[in-house]
């Protein structure tokens, strides 16, 4: 597994790659089959640490962590404890949930936009109804059942994903609803 251990203004030691390697490794290593990389970055907040940490999996999943603590390595421990408990849970669902699935995720690609923000001026008025693109890039677009979707969503820390569902063939979305429940939308043929 490839690491990325980096700081925000911060400088990091030897002592501490050393430490999230092991600590973060034996934990992916028992709960993870084949993870590709992780990227961990530590930054200060005020008065706390920060530490994130992402973990992408070769089944096409990614696991993000995020802690704070007063204490740098304090914010990894917690960091590291979150990610384990994902790790966990989302090993539990696939032994339960998906024992059928034996090839990775499958991957659409799709454009993705970035528009620009509108701003109100009183007088001017648009020339077209057309928004302003200010990126456009290539995105993924995973290829997964229902449950694989909210489990990935979870997992990534996201508001929304959206997804080829393999029961249908169409392309569904799963957000997180203001009262905490997941919604799936499943347009009609």
């Keep these: 597994m490839r ?7 911060i400088d990091i030691g030897a002592a501490l ?3 999230v390697k092991d600590e973060l490794g034996s934990v992916v290593g028992k709960y993870a089959e084949r ?11 005020a008065h706390e640490f920060v530490c994130e940490a992402t973990v992408h999996l070769s089944t096409g999943l990614t696991a ?12 990894f421990d917690d960091c590291n404890a979150k990610m384990e408990k994902q790790l966990r849970r989302y090993k539990r669902r696939l032994k339960d949930h998906h024992r059928d ?10 454009s993705s936009y970035i528009l620009a923000q509108e701003v109100e001026a009183e007088e001017a008025e648009p020339e ?10 290539e995105t993924k677009i ?3 059942s229902v449950g694989e979707a909210v489990m990935q969503m979870e997992l990534a820390g996201a508001p929304v994903l959206v ?27």
């Design 163 to 189: 997804f080829k569902n393999e029961g249908k063939d169409g392309v569904n979305v799963v957000y997180r609803r203001d009262d905490g429940n997941i919604g799936w939308i499943d347009p009609q043929a």
């Design 101 to 110: 699935r034996a090839e990775p995720v499958e991957l659409f690609g799709a």
């Design 35 to 45: 993870p590709t990389d992780a990227n961990i970055i530590f930054s200060k907040s």
């Design 17 to 19: 790659q050393t430490h």
């Design 64 to 75: 993000q962590a995020k802690a704070h603590a007063t204490e740098i390595y304090a914010a």
């Design 3 to 9: 690491y990325q251990i980096t700081g925000k203004q």
């Design 128 to 137: 077209s109804l057309q928004p302003v693109i200010v990126a456009e890039m």
């Design 142 to 144: 995973p290829s997964l």
